[in-house]
């Protein structure tokens, strides 16, 4: 999974003031999978990816060339 992802996450979370625990339960994840994911120690499948763009109001899009 792309830094960029991880880094977009940790920056929408600091600055929503969203915990990680709140972001895991709106994922349907554990608290700890949050951590790994946000420390690259692993990545999260891509629905709860999804689900954790849309809980933080985050949204991909394509670079241009």
Known sequence: MPTDF???VKEAMQ???ITQKTLAEAVGTY???ISAYLNGERGLP???LE???DAL???VK????
Do not use: I, N
């Open 51 to 53: 689900k954790a763009f």
């Open 31 to 33: 608290q700890s999978h």
């Open 46 to 48: 891509h629905d709860k």
């Open 15 to 17: 600055t929503k003031g």
């Open 57 to 59: 109001g985050l949204e």
């Open 6 to 8: 991880r880094k977009a």
């Open 62 to 65: 394509q670079k241009q060339p």
